[in-house]
């Protein structure tokens, strides 16, 4: 069993910054695949950013490419987001998901088996 635990969330005005922290519990973290999705209210949770295992590829998703940076601290088994030049419709939780090992398929959420309670990101215009 992982346990997932986000932090970081909080309210913003747009063209500011955060940064979302998710721990990891486990032996393993290193040979983890993690990403972060977000689920706005009444809507679908959808891939923001994720680092594979175990070669440490990194994928975004278009809408926060430039402006979302995702790394993760072996050492310290946290997975980071910082999130630069928020706008509004960044706003939504934010969830970290978590895998064993390396999947074809790291946007789709069905394929994370571990999540956090999430963290919630809202941006004021």
């Known amino acids: 069993q992982v346990q997932v635990v986000e932090s970081g969330g909080g309210l913003v005005q747009a063209g500011d910054s955060l940064r979302l922290s998710c721990t990891a519990s486990g032996p393993s973290f290193r040979t983890y695949t993690m990403g972060w999705f977000r689920q706005a209210s009444g809507k679908e949770r959808n891939f923001v950013a994720g680092?594979?295992?175990?070669?440490?590829?990194?994928n975004y998703n278009d809408s926060v490419k430039g402006r979302f940076a995702i790394s993760r601290d072996n050492d310290k088994n946290t997975l980071y987001l910082q999130m630069n030049h928020l706008k509004p419709d960044d706003t939504a939780a934010y969830f970290c998901?978590?895998?064993?090992?390396?999947?074809?398929?790291?946007?789709?959420?069905?394929?994370?088996?571990?999540w956090g309670q999430g963290t919630q990101v809202t941006v004021s215009s």
């Open positions: 998901g978590v895998r064993f090992g390396f999947t074809n398929q790291p946007m789709n959420a069905s394929r994370y088996g571990y």
């Open positions: 680092i594979m295992s175990p070669d440490g590829v990194v």
